[in-house]
Each structure stands twice: as C-alpha cells, then as structure tokens.
T-cell receptor, first 112, second 118 residues
Framework: AQSVTQPDIHITVSEGASLELRCNYS??????LFWYVQSPGQGLQLLLK??????LVQGIKGFEAEFKRSQSSFNLRKPSVHWSDAAEYFC??????????FGAGTQVVVTP | GAVVSQHPSRVICKSGTSVKIECRSL??????MFWYRQFPKQSLMLMAT?????????EQGVEKDKFLINHASLTLSTLTVTSAHPEDSSFYIC??????????????FGPGTRLTVL
C-alpha cells in the first residue's frame, strides 16, 4: 500500500532564510511524486512533480525538490522564502491512474 | 494549464437537506474524476473515484448512499451529500487527471467547496 509521511506538522522560518520540507513515501513501484501548496480556504496549486529522469526537479515560485530513491524521500526546498510562501504544503504520491495519497501536510509560517 | 471548476464555492444548508456540488473540467475531457474531503487543518482524504459511464468507486468507510456521485458527461461530475448533518461540514475538493498512462497523469484540482451544515 502506498503512503506518504510528512514528519513536520509545523515549521517557522524567517523571511529570507532557506526552507526544507521533508517527505517520505512508501510505494511498490516507481512513484509519481508531487508537491502542492494550499493557501487558507483555497484549492491546491501544483508546485512541482517528478515522474522520471533528472532527480532534481525545478518548480514554480523558486521551489525545487530532490527525489532520492535510496531514502524514499522527495524533499522540497527553497533557498530564500518570502512572506507569501506562508501556506500549507502537501506531498503526494500518485498511481498511474491518477489516484493520490496525500501526506498530512506541513504548515509553514514566515516571520519578518 | 488545465482548469477545473467547482460550484458552489460555499454552501450553507440545514440539517437533513441535500446539497449538490458540481465539478467541471473546463478545457479537457476527464473520464475519471476524484472527490476529496478535507477537515480543518488536516490533509485531503480521497472519498471516491467518479467514472464516466459507470458507477463510482468509493473508498473504505465512505457511505455510498450518503455521498452520491454521478459522472454525467466527460466534463462534469457531481457529488450530492444527502440528508446532510453537521458532521458532514467540510471542504470538498475534486480533481481530474489530464492525460493518461505513464508520465501523463497530472491532476488538476478544483478550488474546493466549503459546506456548512447547520
């Protein structure tokens, strides 16, 4: 069975500092991996995705993620956060038929 | 990118009534759509898979008679919450995959519908 773990429920980071959000997955085959961001009361916006190929994936808003098969991880990073990055971030693993399993989410708070 | 819409964005209803939520793929066809439910400060939980031309597939623990799903066309799926109760209050989100097969199943999510049952 597939599962996704986001170990950090809540992260506080200063504006301009770097950010890393952790994601570990369990999946029987080659996973399709995604990071989504959700602002309060809003739907999900795709930040980036990994299907195959280069294990370092670039996304929107300056985010990147690295797929590490040996560690079953797909951590999200941003070198310098902006106040507008405060939101809930979800890691997800998808099957070829499009059914997603989401992690519990990480709430990011950005302080001045 | 592809667009998925939901209507209404917010709905308040009385306990015991039924509420219909629409999910539309605006610029692509989707033979499959997914319905998720999100409680406050929690993750999205898959409720069911909506299949055009056939019955929906429900996840374990989801009452199919309470959450009726109809995939009326290749661009429209509806979720009807029947005899709603306050515990059904939640944020309902639909998604539709565009493309198929390996490497092509990007999901597009609707903006969500906030249901409040009084």
């Amino acid at each position: 069975a597939q599962s996704v773990t986001q170990p950090d429920i809540h992260i506080t980071v200063s504006e301009g500092a770097s950010l890393e959000l952790r994601c570990n997955y369990s999946y029987g085959a080659t996973p399709y991996l995604f990071w989504y961001v959700q602002s309060p009361g809003q739907g999900l916006q795709l930040l980036l995705k990994y299907f195959s190929g280069d294990t370092l994936v670039q996304g929107i808003k300056g985010f990147e993620a690295e797929f590490k098969r040996s560690q079953s991880s797909f951590n999200l990073r941003k070198p310098s956060v902006h106040w507008s990055d405060a939101a809930e971030y979800f890691c997800a693993v998808g099957a070829s038929w499009g059914k997603f399993q989401f992690g519990a989410g990480t709430q990011v708070v950005v302080t001045p | 990118g592809a667009v998925v819409s939901q209507h209404p964005s917010r709905v308040i209803c009385k306990s015991g009534t039924s509420v219909k939520i629409e999910c539309r793929s605006l610029d692509f066809q989707a033979t499959t759509m997914f319905w998720y439910r999100q409680f406050p400060k929690q993750s999205l939980m898959l409720m069911a898979t909506s299949n055009e031309g056939s019955k929906a597939t429900y996840e374990q623990g989801v009452e199919k008679d309470k959450f009726l799903i109809n995939h009326a066309s290749l661009t429209l799926s509806t979720l009807t919450v029947t005899s709603a109760h306050p515990e059904d209050s939640s944020f309902y989100i639909c998604s539709a995959p565009k493309g198929s097969g390996q490497g092509g199943n990007e999901q597009f999510f609707g903006p969500g519908t906030r249901l409040t049952v009084l």
